[in-house]
């Protein structure tokens, strides 16, 4: 069994270890000119959960048609990797559902975006999708994921696990949970800065309600106990 320190940075933007080396994905946007709601966002970041090394990822996002019309929008599914000028694109799958009906995601552009940042790179290959909105109708969009646990730190001893919000619409409820129980344990991680975090043996939440994303990436960085 594996005993952990974790660290637990805050929702608003932070600075990475350095050397950072992992994949991520992040909340959903929803690229219409009408007007759409995002109702909640939740999601929960299982590490270690089913595969030791791995972070298993599921989310819901509820989005309500407040207008009198159809509508029809895009929905924007960030996939994103940071590393070095050598990690190429990340290219992990992502499965969706719209409505309890299987969603399929193809490539937003005809090529990734790459941005350099010092040493590190931070590539984007964001998956799309067209759904359709019926006048004053709910619709659950459901996404998972499972990748590696990332690296980072001094000879990327350090592990690492993130999750971004982005976007330019106000979230009415937002739930983030990572959770590090089962064949990881960690010890009770400290939550920077004191935005609500409840934290305990078996994960770290937060519960914001009228949360506006912002570009704001999320991220627990920790030392396995045999570091």
Known sequence: MIT?????MSMFQAKLPENPSFDYSGMPQLRTAEKVDIVSHSVTLEIAGTKEGFVDVS???????????????????PRRRYGDAMSSYPGFEI??????????????SDHGFSET??????????????????????YGLRINYTVPIGKGGYE?????????????????????AYRYGGKTVFSLPEARPNIGWQTGDK?????????????????????PGDF
């Open 4 to 8: 952990t320190a974790i660290l637990m």
């Open 156 to 176: 990327q001893k350090q592990k690492l696990v993130g999750y971004l919000f982005d976007g330019d619409k106000t979230v009415g409820q937002m739930n983030i």
């Open 203 to 223: 994960g770290a939440f937060v519960r914001k309600d009228d949360f506006f994303p912002d570009n704001q990436l999320t991220y627990i960085a920790f030392y």
């Open 95 to 108: 499965n969706a559902t719209w409505d309890q009906k299987k969603l399929p995601l193809v490539a937003a």
């Open 59 to 77: 989310s819901t996002t509820l989005f309500k048609n407040t207008t009198k019309y159809n509508v029809q929008a895009t929905i924007l599914v």
């Open 117 to 138: 940042i010092g040493k590190t790179v931070k590539y984007s290959t964001d998956l799309a999708a067209v759904v359709k909105l019926a006048p004053g109708a709910t």
